[in-house]
């Protein structure tokens, strides 16, 4: 048995394997549509509003990636749901971009009064910030890496490893 190294691939191309049956099952046609809130809603209502399903019209067929006319069902928290209601448009428009064809008609948004699932999980972690004394001491180590940017990214993962691995935010002595 001949086995082949396929090389390094894409983090997205193996997550859309793992995501495209759950994705099939909600009816969802994207995994693209669930990932990517903040390019479908904007920064600000990415953090109340979620895409719930597609509803396709009967006798469409997903497979040939002809089906038009579908509805984009969101859910969106208290006055979110109303500002989504005026930029419906530009949603369709820009959900129609980030599946790659025209099947998006129209925007259904159903208002929930707690904050979507999927809203807690897109909020950024707080984590103290890196100490400046951390990063120019790995950054010393680092001397033969000519370029500077390279330089200080990898001083500031090797400080931001060091401040998460130890339990108070410090570096060990």
């Known amino acids: 048995m001949i086995r082949t190294n396929k090389g390094v691939r894409p983090l997205a191309e193996l997550v859309t394997g793992l995501i495209a049956p759950a994705c099939r099952k909600r009816g969802v046609a994207n995994a693209t549509l669930i990932m990517a809130g903040a390019d479908l809603f904007g920064e600000r209502l990415a953090q109340s509003c979620e895409v719930e399903r597609i509803v396709w019209p009967r ?59 999927a809203a807690a999980s897109r909020r950024p972690l707080r984590r103290p910030p890196l100490q400046e004394a951390a990063i120019a001491a790995h950054a010393d180590r680092l001397g033969d890496v000519t370029h500077q940017n390279l330089k200080l990214a990898l001083a500031r993962l090797a400080a931001g490893i060091d401040q998460r691995s130890s339990p108070n935010g410090e570096k060990d002595p």
Not at 86 to 105: D, F, K, M
């Open 59 to 117: 006798g469409s067929r997903i497979d040939t990636g002809l089906s038009t006319g579908a509805t984009l069902v969101v859910r969106a928290k208290g006055a979110s749901a109303l500002m989504l209601q005026h930029i419906a448009p530009q949603v369709v428009e820009r959900a129609n971009l980030l599946i790659g064809w025209p099947a998006i008609a129209k925007v259904r948004v159903s208002q929930v009064f707690q904050t979507p699932r």
